[in-house]
């Protein structure tokens, strides 16, 4: 099964408007952690915002925010007034347990095109 | 500058000649990681290595060999490599105190295309 399934291969969204990427988690470790990177067109990977399965609270940084439902095993990256800057790939990741042997499980990442 | 060194950034090679794609980090971290990206499939785990001398595979290391000798340097080997493997490399290296809080450093990756 995969442990980290995104299901939009692209979106597209009005500049200045909030969008929403989706990503589903699949593991029954009850420690885990959550990310979010941000792939340009010049091909690094860029962290934006992580979340722990303990964290009581949503992340947020800045323009980013990730919507943590537990239950639902969801972590949708929200981006609020998109800029044009913000068109890129995203992908979410997973790490399981505390520390373990500290892997990234990534999905097949959301092509975000932001439309002037 | 806190920072995952790749090189090259571009390689283009014929099937069979070996070759190995260096990563260097300046962070002290312990944990280093090599991943391959290819369209549809997102990233996948070659090889990662938890402290000096300590390797381990991830879900594709078939082709892929590695070493950690010293704790800033993970190479990637290719001893003979194939079409297949023509992809877009990262190296990655998080520390164990604060993986949870700031991520992965990636590397600026590098492609690799073999003819």
């Known amino acids: 099964a995969q442990k980290i399934t995104q299901t939009q291969p692209g979106m597209f969204v009005q500049e200045k408007e909030a969008v929403t990427l989706d990503c589903t988690y699949d593991?029954?470790?009850?420690?885990?952690?959550l990310f979010w990177y941000k792939q340009p067109s010049s091909g690094e990977m860029i962290f934006l915002i992580y979340q722990g399965s303990y964290d009581q609270q949503n992340a947020t940084e800045g323009r980013y925010s990730l919507n943590f439902q537990k239950a639902r095993k969801s972590a949708n990256l929200v981006i609020s007034a998109s800029q044009l800057g913000d068109s890129a790939m995203y992908f979410c990741a997973m790490r399981e347990g505390q520390t373990g042997a500290n892997n990234l499980f990534f999905g097949t990442g959301t092509r975000l095109t932001v439309i002037p | 500058e806190a920072q995952v060194t790749q090189n090259p950034r571009y390689l283009i090679t014929v099937t069979g000649k070996k070759l190995t794609v260096t990563c260097s980090q300046n962070m002290n971290h312990e944990y280093m990681s090599w991943y391959r990206q290819d369209p549809g499939l997102g990233l996948r785990q070659i090889y990662y290595s938890m402290n000096v001398e300590v390797t381990d595979k991830g879900d594709v290391p078939e082709g892929y060999k590695v070493s950690r000798k010293e704790k800033r340097n993970f190479p990637l080997i290719l001893e003979s490599p194939s079409p297949n493997q023509t992809s877009l490399y990262f190296c990655?290296?998080?520390?164990?105190?604060?993986?949870?809080?700031?991520?992965?450093?990636f590397g600026s990756g590098t492609r690799l295309t073999v003819v």
């Open positions: 593991t029954s470790d009850p420690s885990y952690g």
């Open positions: 990655a290296s998080s520390s164990y105190r604060q993986g949870a809080l700031s991520g992965y450093t």
